[in-house]
C-alpha cells in the first residue's frame, strides 16, 4: 500500500510541475568525438574494445556509448534502421558494403563529406571515402539511419527561422559541427557544458581526437569526451584547474572569451570598457580581445557579465562569429 501511495504522489508531482518520466533526448553532437577517439586502434577479429574491434564490432560500441543498442553483426545491423539514399547521406547514417562473398560483410559511420570512419581489416579504425573509385564506391552496399532526425539537414524543431541565433546553428549543422539532440532538437536555451563546447570546439577547428590518454582526473580513458578534452588540452585552448577538467560544469561567458581567443588567435585591443570587468579580473585581456574582435559588444547595460552561464544558442553564435 504504502508503495502505491508512493506511486501516486510521484504521479501528481510530474503532472503539477510539468516534469517527464521519459528520458533526455541524446546527444548526438557526441556521436563524432566518440567516434574518432578511436582511431587508430587495430583490427581484431571479434574485437569490441580499444584493445581491437572489428568493423560490427567498434559501431556497436561507438553507437552504445551514446545510448543506441545495435545487433552485432554487420549483416544484422543492415536490418535495422531506415533505408537512405547516398545522395542525402548525413553524419551518423550506417554506410554497409559488400567486401567478399555475397550480402552486406562491412559496416562504418558516415561522418560527412563523403567520409565514413570504420575498422579497417587492415588499417584499424581509420577514415575512408564512400566514393573511393579503387574500392569502397564499387563495394557499396546502401546506408540506414539509425538515429532519429525529424527534418532536414540543418533545420530543427525549436530553431525557428525568427530565432537571432538561427543563422549561426543552420550554418554549423550544415557544416556538420554541430548536430543537436535525439528528433532533431537543438535546445537552444539550454546551459552547455565545458566538455560539449570541447567537442563543438575539436570538431570546428578539426583537432586530432584519439588520444585517449588521461590528462585530467575527472576524465577516464572511457570518457566519451576524452580525445576532444586532451585535444584541447594540448593545443593550450582550453585547460582545467587542479587537475580537473569538470567536464560537467556550465561554461561561463569569461572561460568562452577566454577559449575563443586561443583557438582562433584573436589580437588587438578594444578601448570598451565593461563595467563588470575591472582590469584586475582574470578574463580581462581575453573579452578585450574578444570585443576588439567585433565577436561582442556586451548587453545593453555596458556590462559582458563574464560568470553567467552560456546557452547552446549564444555559444554557437559566438563560434559561429569566429569562423565566419
Not at 146 to 169: C, H, M, N, Q
Not at 211 to 235: K, L, Q
Not at 291 to 297: E, Q, R
Amino acid at each position: 500500500m504504502k508503495k502505491f501511495l508512493f506511486l501516486v504522489v510521484m504521479s501528481l508531482m510530474f503532472i503539477l510541475t510539468g516534469y517527464s518520466t521519459v528520458s533526455a533526448e541524446e546527444n548526438y553532437e557526441k556521436l563524432i568525438p566518440v567516434a574518432k577517439k578511436y582511431l587508430g586502434v587495430p583490427y581484431a577479429w571479434g574485437g569490441t574494445s580499444a584493445k581491437g574491434f572489428d568493423c560490427s564490432g567498434y559501431i556497436t560500441t561507438v553507437y552504445k556509448e551514446i545510448g543506441i543498442a545495435l545487433p552485432r553483426t554487420s549483416s544484422s545491423i543492415y536490418n535495422t534502421g531506415n533505408s537512405v539514399s547516398k545522395k542525402d547521406l548525413r553524419v551518423g547514417d550506417l554506410v554497409f558494403f559488400n567486401t567478399y562473398g555475397s550480402g552486406v560483410s562491412h559496416v562504418g559511420i558516415y561522418i560527412g563529406e563523403n567520409e565514413f570512419i570504420h575498422a579497417s581489416s587492415n588499417k584499424g579504425v581509420t577514415i575512408s571515402n564512400v566514393n573511393d573509385p579503387y574500392y569502397w564506391a564499387s563495394r557499396y552496399v546502401g546506408a540506414k539511419r539509425v538515429l532519429s532526425y525529424k527534418g532536414e539537414s540543418g533545420e530543427f524543431r525549436d530553431v525557428g527561422s525568427t530565432l537571432w541565433a538561427y543563422s549561426a546553428i543552420h550554418k554549423l549543422s550544415e557544416d556538420n559541427v554541430a548536430i543537436g539532440y535525439e528528433n532533431s532538437y537543438y535546445k537552444p536555451n539550454t546551459f552547455i557544458k565545458r566538455s560539449e563546447v570541447a567537442g563543438l570546439m575539436a570538431q570546428a577547428i578539426d583537432l586530432k581526437m584519439n588520444d585517449r590518454s588521461t590528462s585530467f582526473r575527472d576524465i577516464p580513458s572511457s570518457h566519451w569526451a576524452v580525445g576532444v578534452t586532451n585535444a584541447m588540452y594540448d593545443e593550450k585552448i582550453f585547460e582545467g584547474s587542479n587537475g580537473s577538467f569538470r567536464p560537467d560544469e556550465y561554461l561561463t561567458r569569461g572561460q568562452m572569451a577566454k577559449i575563443l581567443v586561443r583557438a582562433f588567435d584573436l589580437n588587438g585591443s578594444s578601448s570598451k570598457q565593461f563595467k563588470d570587468v575591472p582590469p584586475t579580473h582574470w578574463a580581462n585581456s581575453y573579452i578585450n580581445k574578444l570585443a576588439a574582435s567585433g565577436l561582442t559588444t556586451g548587453y545593453d547595460d555596458g556590462t559582458y557579465k563574464p560568470e553567467n552561464h552560456v546557452t547552446r544558442a549564444q555559444f554557437t553564435a559566438f563560434l559561429y562569429r569566429a569562423m565566419y
